[in-house]
């Protein structure tokens, strides 16, 4: 058996793919949560973070930036790993349901085309202030804010590492 498969089948394109599962999934009635992110080495924090993201609903889909928006967001020795390499390893987590990259410095065309029940992001930010609050409050659905794990970061094991 294939185990990459399902993994592989996580990851969606922005189009009819994406409309196909999330049509599905709004008939059943299921609740779907977004996040989004560069995710470029994944670590703890970020396994806590999606984990509580996910508890929210019954759905969860992660908006990746693209290398190109990585790079834009970032720098340029970002991202560390390529996207396919993030989709990956976001897919094979067991409760994210859908990766879903995004070329855009922020995802508010994906958010607009996925009307999710919940929109999540750190709590470094204020909710209002969060992208795609405006699509999300008009269709009644709730933004929430999740604390980071603290003493985990992506920048923070980078520059560990180059301290080596």
Known sequence: MDKLKPVQSKILDNSDEL???????????????????CFDILHQGHIDYLAKAASLGN????????????????????????????AMILAALQFVNAVVL????????LIQ?????????????KAEDIVGFDVVSAKGGEVVTIDFL????TTGIIQRIMNL
Do not use: C, M
């Open 150 to 153: 603290e003493g985990h970061s």
């Open 19 to 37: 409309n196909h599962h999330l049509a599905y999934w709004k008939f059943k009635d299921l609740k779907i949560v977004f996040t989004n992110g």
């Open 113 to 125: 085309s996925v009307q999710p029940d919940f929109l999540v992001k750190g709590s470094d930010y």
């Open 102 to 109: 995004f070329d855009e410095d922020t995802p508010y065309n």
């Open 59 to 86: 759905i969860l889909i992660v908006g990746l930036n693209t290398d190109d928006s990585v790079s834009r967001i970032k720098g340029s020795s970002r991202p560390v790993q390529n996207q396919l390499s993030r």
